[in-house]
């Protein structure tokens, strides 16, 4: 019972006002970083000011250093004056040269900075200031030094330059120098310790947070803190006795538990006889299979500690599968269809669940659930046979359709072809050897080939606007398909003497889509044309009728009629009736369209298109 005790007193301790904990934790971790922030920002502060106070250290080291230059050039410049030995002159004018170079270099860097001797450049216009009024004082005296180095270098060795004006020059601005260098010093150090007020201030803040941040805590971490401390202990003592009382109730869940399994043991073995399942190890090993499994599989006794593939199929390849998927680590259930092959040389396909089962860290296993589909998978295999061979079906019909299609388009080139050729072409050799063989001498004659020109020539306009007309008219893209359906009885009225008549029922003209107007322009030019050709009709009449959305078409004809049973039996290439109502039903059926057919023999035929209006109408005003 200690064992049980334990678990349920260590998951209070962790649970118990977490979120409070956790609240808390994260104030006392802010506080703690906002305090090592102002100590980080305090010493960033202070090695700031350390560095600064090194780079004023060095020029104020300088500024003092250019005082005392300025007299080392005075005493310099007066010892070369009274130098009456020529051997010495050279060491001195050499000292004062290079006591020149030094203080002009270190006067300009003050000013604009010289990494070679450590000088930042000056950014304080006070200071620039006074070094601007110091630079005329600084620069007489670099001058008339220069000029009296200049001489002595330049001197001969019997002759000593006359230097005083150089040296009263020098003297009259080295008292003035001084004390404007006096003025700089003293402001580099007045500004060094106004920099050093400032860092105090700034330490002074950063000490004021960091106390502040100290009594914050105290206030709203450590106080409260303490009071979850005191409610904790109090807390896990109630849990104690809340654990005492769980333990009694504990005693009667096993109880209960004791009776639930054997009513599982009952219930196991039902589905023993009833179900296809099995529990199997982690590395596969079979641990139990239900009977009807067993039987399933044509096995008399329970294996154990044999591999589930072993089990199931005889094959080889099929094991090898079945070893892959079963050592497949997955926490998600896992449903395949296998093949199998039993003892009995039965081929059965199974439905296989696998589901793995964590029953404790240690003790993991798989339960196997199966059913047996072998009768769906021939019914599948059954489907899939018929539904490639009706494919293979629709393919072919479709390669037939494909080379009709092509056939007839070249059986319409070659119609073309042929009435360009009988007519067109005839016309035009007629034409040119009745104007060769015109003898301007035979007058009576001449006037009767002329005649006959001009006739030929008619008939040959008429010939080249039938052609043309046949091929595209112009109408139908212009205006649509009721100008075009009426100038296409008008024309062949006039072009074959038959009595083609147009009767419009639709109020108003529409357009719709172009490639509609087309196909519907066709078969009624197909279906008028094969009237005129075959049905020795004395009237044919083109009816056209538009009833909400339904556009219809439709052609009659007084003639001899024909069987309409023929229409049923596959088009042969070289019938030219045949592929042109293959044509007409190809094209309606490509716009979705519908077409009948009505004929009896002896009394006339009725063609009739129907085409739903899928698109919004477009008025055509004034058309």
């Not at 002009?104 to 604009?112: A, E, F, R, Y």
């Not at 006096?182 to 500004?191: S, W």
């Not at 904790?232 to 104690?240: C, H, V």
């Not at 062949?492 to 083609?500: G, H, I």
Request: aromatic residues 6%; contains cysteine; glycine residues 4%.
């Amino acid at each position: 019972m200690a064992k049980q005790e334990r678990p349920y007193d260590n998951g209070l301790h962790r649970g118990l006002d977490r979120e409070t904990f956790q609240r808390v934790r994260k104030w006392y971790i802010f506080a703690l970083a906002a305090i090592a922030i102002t100590v980080i920002v305090a010493q960033i502060l202070i090695q700031q000011h350390l560095d600064s106070q090194l780079y004023d250290s060095r020029v104020i080291n300088v500024a003092g250093r250019q005082r005392a230059y300025s007299q080392k050039l005075v005493k310099e410049a007066l010892q070369l004056s009274s130098l009456a030995d020529s051997k010495n002159y050279k060491e001195v004018t050499d000292a004062l040269k290079q006591t020149l170079h030094v203080w002009k270099v270190s006067h300009l860097g003050l000013q604009n900075g010289n990494d070679s001797i450590g000088l930042p450049k000056e950014e304080n216009t006070t200071i620039l200031k006074l070094f601007q009024n110091l630079s005329p004082h600084h620069a007489a005296m670099v001058m008339s030094g220069e000029e009296i180095v200049e001489s002595f270098q330049n001197r001969e060795d019997s002759i000593v330059p006359n230097i005083e004006l150089q040296l009263q020059n020098i003297l009259a601005n080295e008292q003035p120098f001084l004390q404007k260098m006096d003025a700089i010093v003293n402001e580099y150090d007045a500004i060094s310790k106004q920099q050093l007020q400032r860092l105090k201030l700034k330490e002074y803040l950063l000490l004021g947070v960091s106390l502040l941040i100290l009594l914050l805590e105290l206030l709203f971490i450590f106080r409260p803190m303490s009071i979850q401390i005191r409610e904790t202990i109090s807390n896990l003592i109630q849990g104690k006795l809340k654990s005492e009382e769980d333990n009694r109730q504990i005693k009667k869940i096993f109880k209960e538990k004791e009776e639930s399994l054997h009513e599982l043991q009952e219930l196991n073995f039902a589905i023993d006889n009833a179900a296809l399942f099995a529990d199997i190890s982690m590395d596969g090993s079979t641990s139990f299979i239900s009977k009807k499994f067993l039987n399933l599989l044509g096995e008399k006794e329970k294996p154990t500690k044999t591999h589930l593939s072993e089990i199931l199929t005889q094959d080889e390849g099929q094991k090898q599968y079945l070893r892959e998927i079963l050592s497949f680590k997955n926490k998600n259930i896992r449903t395949e269809e296998i093949e199998i092959t039993t003892k009995l040389k039965e081929r059965i396909w199974l439905e296989m669940s696998i589901i793995p089962i964590y029953q404790s860290r240690e003790k993991q296993s798989i339960l196997i659930l199966c059913s047996d589909i072998t009768e769906r998978k021939k019914t599948q295999d059954k489907v899939e046979q018929l539904t490639k061979q009706n494919y293979e079906e629709r393919m072919k019909q479709k390669q037939l359709q494909a080379s009709q299609v092509v056939a007839g388009q070249e059986e319409e080139r070659k119609r073309i072809a042929k009435d360009i050729h009988d007519g067109i072409g005839q016309m035009l050799t007629a034409l040119r050897f009745n104007i060769e063989s015109i003898n301007p001498k035979q007058k009576e004659k001449t006037e009767e080939k002329i005649a006959y020109l001009k006739k030929l020539t008619s008939e040959l306009i008429k010939g080249v606007r039938t052609a043309t007309f046949n091929l595209t008219p112009p109408e139908l893209g212009d205006h649509g398909i009721f100008p075009a359906l009426q100038k296409m009885t008008q024309e062949l009225s006039k072009l074959t003497s038959k009595k083609v008549l147009f009767e419009n029922k639709a109020k108003e003209p529409i357009r719709f889509d172009p490639l509609a107007e087309t196909n519907i322009y066709r078969v009624t030019q197909e279906a008028v044309n094969n009237a005129i050709k075959y049905s020795e009709a004395n009237y044919i009449l083109v009816k056209l009728n538009l009833n909400e959305d339904l556009l219809s078409v439709v052609i009659d004809d007084d003639g001899k009629g024909f069987d309409t049973s023929i229409l049923d039996k596959p088009p042969k290439n070289n019938s030219e009736g045949g592929m042109g109502v293959f044509f007409m039903k190809e094209r309606i059926g490509y716009i979705n369209g519908r077409l009948f057919f009505n004929s009896t023999i002896g009394e006339g035929t009725r063609v009739t298109i129907n085409y739903k209006l899928n698109q919004e109408k477009e008025l055509v005003h004034g058309a």
